[in-house]
Structures are given as structure tokens and as C-alpha cells.
């Protein structure tokens, strides 16, 4: 397990914008793994948000997110960024960055099939 650490989270109101970046520990975690976006709200179970396979080749979105969000990576930067469009006041909640550790996986959306977390970034959108 490695320590992922995001940042980005901030206080907004609803259709506003919002981008979150999670830093990895280098260039061949980036393009070894895949990496995905979870987010828990109060009093909910934490929920995939958002997935980019190893190649960068292959994304994947929860339906609530379709159409507002877009998950992308750099490389050069070792890093994911999950821009977040048009937001919500239902899109309120600590978002995570998490990776699966299975080297050239699908994107998967179950949060066991990841093995290392971020500590979460609070994003608020008020109405």
C-alpha cells in the first residue's frame, strides 16, 4: 500500500466547478495501474465516482456523474485530476483517490479492488 494524497476540495454553489488532483508516488505507478475517484457522503457508504485504466485508454463513470465529470491523468506529473462540472448540492461529500494494485487491470468499481487510499478531500456545493 502506498499513500495517495489529493487536493482540490473547496465550498461551491451548485453549477459551479471544481478540480481535484491526487498525487502518485511516480511515473510507473501512473502507467502500471489503474486508478479511480470514490466519494462519501454523511451517513452514506462510500461510492465509486469515477475509474481511468493503467492505459489512460479506458474510463469509466458512475450514472449520477455521466456528462459532468472527467477523470484524466499526466504522467510527466504522476498524477489524476477528477474535473467536476455543473455541480450539485447531492455531489457534497469527502472524495478519495484510490489505485488498484493488480498491475494492468480493468477499471474496477468496487472499492476492494483497491489496496491504497487518499486521506480525502471535502467538497461542498451549496444551493
Known amino acids: 500500500q502506498v499513500q495517495l494524497v489529493e487536493s482540490g476540495g473547496d465550498s461551491v454553489q451548485a453549477g459551479g466547478s471544481l478540480s481535484l488532483s491526487c498525487a502518485a508516488p511516480?511515473?510507473?505507478?501512473?502507467?502500471?495501474?489503474?486508478m479511480a475517484w470514490f466519494r462519501q457522503a454523511p451517513g452514506k457508504e462510500r461510492e465509486f465516482v469515477a475509474g481511468i485504466s493503467w492505459s489512460g485508454n479506458s474510463k469509466n463513470y458512475a450514472d449520477s456523474v455521466k456528462g459532468r465529470f472527467t477523470i484524466s491523468k499526466d504522467i510527466g506529473k504522476s498524477a489524476i485530476y477528477l474535473q467536476m462540472d455543473s455541480l450539485k448540492p447531492e455531489d457534497t461529500a469527502v472524495y478519495y483517490c484510490a489505485a488498484d494494485q493488480q498491475k494492468y487491470s480493468s477499471v474496477h468499481t468496487d472499492q476492494r479492488e483497491f489496496e491504497s487510499w487518499g486521506q480525502g478531500t471535502q467538497v461542498t456545493v451549496s444551493s
Open positions: 511516480g511515473r510507473a505507478f501512473i502507467t502500471n495501474y489503474s
